[in-house]
């Protein structure tokens, strides 16, 4: 059995416990820290107990896969916050090249991020002052970016002056100051690459757009693996917190030499063309990007492979695309320019000639569309799926769907393998874990608590705490009763939840439990 050491990026379900969830469907062993270790939210991990436990881990493993922003920093949000130098952050760096010293074949696989600049003015997960001039930063990163690729117009011109008028020069310094010392860091994971520490390098795009910080710093990452010589070892591409996923599925190919071909269909003709919200690029580009850093290609036609990717896709570009709002207020592509019933009647006529299908829901953004999952519903499709992913943004969807998929697909390959392996069992639980998050949670029950129940408790989206225990069991009730009926008389058995809870004290994203009762298998 192959031993794999897991460094998440921080301790959230998403992070922590979904490549551990991905790793129970396969014969390999994943072996993460104990949580306690990896900080909450603002407050960084441990990072010399991190040290420590990596080097005890590492000594009898076969591969390390490491967030080198929990290493370095203490987790994905101190990474935004930290005033460590470059130096500091090198010594801290420097425990990968003593682990394949002492281990010279282990293969490492890291992820590090591009910071991201948000578009609001919320400091929850940002420095103190984002609250107040958060969206005069990205606007600034936004401009002085496109001035430099392209041109701005006069207007253009006298907003960025604008900007720079508005933001205090300290806050400015800070903000660009923690991106130079970031960028070194990951411009120095280069070098690993290039030197053999690191085998396998993705350096996703945290939150980004077509113009800013971010892409002025990928466009010199990509240029810079060139003249290095590792661009058959480093990906760039839109994502943060499914790449756990991503490369555990990539790591389970390169042990299982498996590289699937997946067909890939869209439900709307514009759909591979559109830019998604936090992203930078073309959704087929993302989709492109997310199957190869999970191990498999892209399939030509759907008659040469039984494995076939629905991605539920908008039609017009990031301004438009829908968050969880009622359906009569989205843009009006969504009536226009997405065929849902077509795409689901693909979806019956593919599982009809025997073949695996997923969807990746990814028309609106942090949820679900309640009008596809409905008609799949009406139409018993709803247990008949393999994967699925809805959640926060296209690249987090993407990447979590297409794992699943990747790993299920080797096991429905070569069914004979399971041996011992509760492989389709554990498969089932994840597909139905990211339907009552993605879909029950995040698109119905979230909207409901934030209209009816949040007001009469004095609470709001980030502001929980005071009345954690009434909004908990308000979400038990209603997690528990619309599992139940979305999925009455499934065949895989009746749904059980437990441990319902808010892991960051926020509705953002919950934790919860969830057991099969009676399957058939």
């Known amino acids: 059995m192959s031993k794999v050491v897991y460094l998440p990026l921080d301790e959230r379900p998403c992070n922590y416990r979904f490549p551990q969830r991905l790793a129970a469907m396969t014969d390999l062993q994943l072996v993460a820290p104990d949580i306690r270790l990896l900080g909450q939210k603002k407050k960084p991990a441990d990072t010399a107990a991190v040290r420590q436990w990596l080097l005890k881990e590492t000594a009898d493993a076969d591969y390390l896969l490491v967030s080198i922003d929990l290493l370095v920093y203490g987790g994905i949000v101190p990474s935004r916050l930290h005033h460590l130098t470059f130096e500091e952050c090198l010594e801290r760096l420097s425990v990968l090249g003593e682990i394949k010293k002492r281990r010279p074949g282990l293969r490492i696989h890291a992820f590090n991020l591009i910071m991201r600049v948000p578009n609001n003015n919320k400091d929850e997960e940002e420095p103190d002052y984002y609250k107040f001039h958060g969206g005069q930063i990205f606007k600034y990163s936004f401009l002085t970016d496109k001035e430099e690729r392209d041109s701005l117009s006069e207007a253009e011109r006298e907003e960025l002056e604008r900007v720079k008028a508005l933001i205090p020069p300290e806050y400015l310094n800070d903000f660009v100051g923690r991106r130079q010392v970031n960028q070194q860091v990951n411009h120095h994971t280069l070098e690993l690459a290039r030197e053999g520490v690191i085998d396998h390098l993705v350096i996703p795009l945290d939150d980004n757009a077509e113009y800013g910080f971010s892409p002025k710093e990928q466009q010199l990452m990509i240029g810079r693996a060139w003249e290095l010589g590792v661009m058959d070892r480093v990906m760039i591409y839109p994502g943060a917190d499914e790449v756990g996923c991503t490369m555990f599925s990539h790591i389970f190919c390169e042990i299982k030499r498996h590289k699937p071909e997946i067909f890939v269909r869209y439900s709307s003709t514009k759909g591979p063309f559109i830019k998604p919200k936090y992203e930078d690029r073309s959704l087929n580009e993302s989709v492109k990007a997310h199957l190869t850093a999970a191990g498999a290609v892209l399939a030509d036609h759907s008659g040469e492979t039984p494995l076939v990717l629905l991605v539920h896709s908008p039609a017009v570009d990031q301004a438009g695309m829908a968050e969880q709002i009622p359906f009569r207020e989205r843009h009006r592509s969504y009536f226009s320019e997405i065929q849902y019933r077509e795409i689901v009647e693909a979806a019956e006529t593919y599982l009809r000639k025997g073949k695996h299908v997923a969807l990746g829901d990814v028309a609106t953004c942090n949820g679900g569309d309640p009008v596809l999952i409905q008609l799949l519903r009406s139409k018993g499709l709803l247990d008949r799926l393999t994967a ?3 959640w926060n943004t296209s690249g987090n969807a993407m990447g979590t769907v297409i794992a699943h998929f990747v790993i ?98 926020r509705m953002f994203e919950i934790g919860f439990d969830l057991e099969l009762q009676s399957q058939t298998l």
């Open 388 to 390: 699925y992913a809805g």
């Open 408 to 505: 299920v697909s080797y096991y429905l390959e070569h069914p004979e393998r399971t041996a011992g392996i509760e492989t389709f069992r554990e498969s089932r639980k994840f597909y139905y874990e990211r339907l009552v998050e993605d879909f029950i949670y995040q698109s119905l029950v979230r909207q409901d608590m934030l209209e009816n129940d949040l007001p009469g408790l004095n609470a709001s989206y980030y502001e929980i705490g005071h009345c954690l225990d009434e909004v908990q069991t308000i979400l038990e009730v209603k997690m528990k009763w619309l599992t139940a009926e979305y999925f009455q008389g499934i065949r895989d058995g009746e749904i059980r939840l437990a441990r319902l809870h808010f892991p960051w004290t």
